[in-house]
Every structure is written in structure tokens, then in C-alpha cells.
């Protein structure tokens, strides 16, 4: 029967604690919680993209794509998208940065479900998102 | 292979961002986040059908039922149901209110998985419902 | 087709409520939020492991082992843990324990993905998890 895949992309540390980054297993993918942060650089401290929504929800959905890619998959696979803000305030800003990126994505097949509601997240991080996909 | 399809039901707007209320693609189904607005009606803001919990739970299990049944699915295919409120306080009331509109439902099969935690909503909304369901 | 099956581990009670501590449907298996109760003793209301972080998290890893195996799975077959703590405070403590524990667990397959975020609890606990896992 099929494996289970670590997805660790080359623009991410390996993973800090002993979870991975994503998963693959069968036409079942995962992606774990991801932040906005930089690309990893041999020993640097995880950087978030900037202090503001905007580069840090790009950078997240950047992250999500590198492991959805690592896997073999893309977002046209993607079934649900949770986004984790902290704050109710930053929907409507989210929302325009959301659409334009996926604007841009050209998708060919319908959008992910969503859900998005407000947690507390560490210090700094504004917006985690994860995702769940089925590969054809 | 098989495609993804969005699922909108009559009573749902198209969906006011770039995601889809529901996807299905081969036997899984994802149902976005539900609140508890009434049936979309054409030049009307979304309502939510009341202040309080039961009418806001009792409109968003509807809402999650007609995506499911907009996919050709039911509450028997749902394996995971994940319910935000905003209080913990609401929460021996949110599953009275579960309880009966399940019994309702007259399940043949074992009731879905759950999880329940408290989470910021945007103002007025005391709940918030996803599923993900798989078909027979 | 394949039928869904409520798993409850004799650890567990009957669910409080209508929903299963986890579901199994041909080879996807969802756990329901666990928190650090102790194993079920008749006659006594559900009672955390301890007031501590360690103690509840153990606990409640061990909880949803015992769903898993219930339903013929096991941390191997884990695509998804979703980490639900109160206290931003707690991750570096959370880690600790989760990767100790993990390297007890002696794997061997790839580490799930896992989602941490900083949600409300009922008064007393300080963490809850769930888990998806697809079976091989």
C-alpha cells in the first residue's frame, strides 16, 4: 500500500519540532500550519516576510504552494484552506489580498472551501494557513 | 481523473470571495465555514437569522446540509464537523441544540467526529460550523 | 460500499453528545478533539490527568492513540494533528513534550502535519487535539 511523504521544500528549514511540513499519502496531501515566514537561510532565526498582512499572508500562501509543488500538486487540488487571523479587523484586507493572488494563480478548476476565524498566534504573526488536498 | 466540483446551493450567494461554499472531487466532500445567515435573497445584505445561539446554530447546520446535499451528500457521509463559538459559556446550549437537530436528522449512521473551540467571529456571529464528508 | 464506524475505545465514555470520539470510513479515519481526561470510570464525572501542561497533553496524545487503534490505525498512519492551546506561552513547553513523546512513539513513517493555534478551552484545560489519518 502507499507511503506516507515527507514534503520538506527547499525553502523550508527541516521542520523544528517532529511534525512535517506536509504530507502525502496516496491522492491525500497536507499542509501543515504555515506562517509568513522568509525563505530559510543557513543560520538565521525564522524572519516573518514583513510586520504588515499584506507580505505576510503572500508569504504564507507562498509557503503552502511550495509544499503543495514538493508533493506533486498545485492549488487546482486544493479542497479547504483554513486561514487562522488575529484579528477581526484584517477580514475585508484579507480578503482582497486572497482574491488578487488567486487571480493571478489562474486556476482551472473551482476554488478551495475556506474557513476563516481569529486566534491568538505568536507574536508578530498576523495570518497561518493550512490546507488539505486530493490529488487526480 | 476525477475533477472538483463547486458546490452552491440555491439559498447561498455566490461566494463573496475566491473560494467555494463546498467542494467535491471523487468521494470527498469539504463544506466551508457556515454561519448563520438566512437564505440569500437577491439585493439583501447576508442576515443572520437571529441574535441568539439557537436560531445562528440551527440556520448554519441548514446551511452545511444543503452543501451537502448540493454534492449529492448527507450528515450520514460526514466524518469531522468543527463548530466555532465565541463563548465557552455557550457551549452545554450548543449541544442541546446539536443533540435535537441530530436526533432530527435520523442518522443511520454513526454520528461525525467533532471538535469544538472558542475563536473570535466577526460581530453578531456566535457560531460557525465546517464538515468534511465521505461518500459511500 | 464501505459504512462508517464509531470508535470508542473502552477508555471512553459514551459521547457526551451526539457526535463519535472518531469515525472510520474505508481508509479515512477522523478523531474528535480529545482533551487530557482520564480513562472513563463509571459513576465519575470526566476528570483531567492534572491542572498541568505535561500532564494534559500526555494524556490527551494517549486519548487519541487509543481511537486510532480502535479503529485499526496508529500514529504512523497520521496525516493531521491540530494542537489547540490557550496560551501563546505554551508552545515551546508544547514542543518539548510532543517531540519527546513522538520519539517514544518510534515512528516509522514521516511525522504527521500539525496545525498550532491559541484558541479558548472550558475552564481547566489547557490543550485539546484531533487528528486525520488515512490508512495505507
Redesign the interface.
Known sequence: ??????LTPATHTA?????????R????L????QVGFLPHEEGKAPTPAGPGLREQTLQTLANVKAILEEGGAGW??V????V?LTD?GH?AEM?EI??AY??EQALT???????????????GLLV?I?A?A?L?
Chains 1, 2, 3 share one sequence.
Open positions: 500500500m502507499s507511503d506516507k511523504t515527507a521542520p523544528p519540532a517532529k511534525f512535517s511540513h506536509g504530507v499519502k496516496g491522492n491525500i497536507q499542509v501543515a500550519g487546482d487540488d479542497m479547504m484552506i483554513r487562522y477581526v477580514f480578503n486572497y482574491n488567486f487571480e478548476q473551482p476554488p478551495a472551501a475556506r474557513t476563516t476565524v481569529y486566534v491568538g498566534l505568536p507574536a497561518e493550512d488539505l486530493v487526480s
